[in-house]
């Protein structure tokens, strides 16, 4: 008998869901909670693309040079970055879901307003996450498809969405500006 080969489907299908999920999250826990979350992500996203991205591979050669006196391959250090940064965003994301959490002050507007300023935050919240993790994979030239979890190449709309993930539209910097407008939000009275 011969193997039977799954077809995963296009690649933008996977993060379509996730993102679809978030938002039915955000509708649930409504936008107050929501915006905590939104903070912490603004606080990762800054943390791994101004430091971990920038540092990281040149301390991980050093170390890998040092036990093994060769560099690291290439292949294998976009697989490493591109987990560790998947790993350490996902982690920060359960967290800021998880226990008690940082929630903004204040109850939900009532009726219409409060269902549609959660459709808005979980929308910017399923963006963030679904398209951060994309683009963990995008940044390092798809690492999960040497396992054939997903397929390439990506359709013509896979491609274009791909121009838009949040880390290549928002420069390093501007995150700790968003992560301290959420905070100055958070505090006024």
């Known amino acids: ?4 080969e799954a077809d995963m489907g296009p690649f933008e299908y996977l993060w379509l869901t996730v993102f679809v999920i978030f938002v039915l999250v955000a509708l649930v826990r409504k936008y107050p909670n929501e915006l ?3 903070t912490i992500i603004f606080v990762i ?21 040092k036990l093994f006196n060769t560099p690291l391959p290439q292949r ?5 970055l591109a987990a560790l940064f998947s ?24 009726g219409w307003k409060g269902t ?25 030239h798809y690492p999960i498809t040497d396992f054939g979890l997903l397929k390439l190449p990506l359709t ?14 928002v420069p390093p910097m501007f995150w700790a500006v968003l ?10 009275k």
């Open 36 to 38: 905590g979350t939104t």
């Open 1 to 4: 008998m011969g193997e039977v």
């Open 116 to 140: 549609f300023y959660s459709l808005l935050v979980g929308v910017l919240n399923g963006y963030l996450i679904s398209g951060s993790l994309w683009y963990f994979q995008d940044f390092y």
């Open 179 to 188: 992560v301290a407008l959420m905070l100055l939000f958070r505090v006024r």
């Open 45 to 65: 996203l800054f943390l791994i693309t101004f430091l971990g991205m920038p540092k990281l591979p040149g301390l991980i050669n050093d170390f890998y040079r």
């Open 87 to 110: 790993l350490a965003f996902v982690a920060a994301v359960f967290a800021s879901y998880a226990g008690r959490t940082f929630a903004f002050p204040g109850k939900p507007a009532a």
């Open 76 to 80: 294998q250090m976009e697989h490493l």
């Open 156 to 169: 013509p709309l896979g491609e274009t969405l791909a121009g838009y993930l949040p880390p290549y539209v």
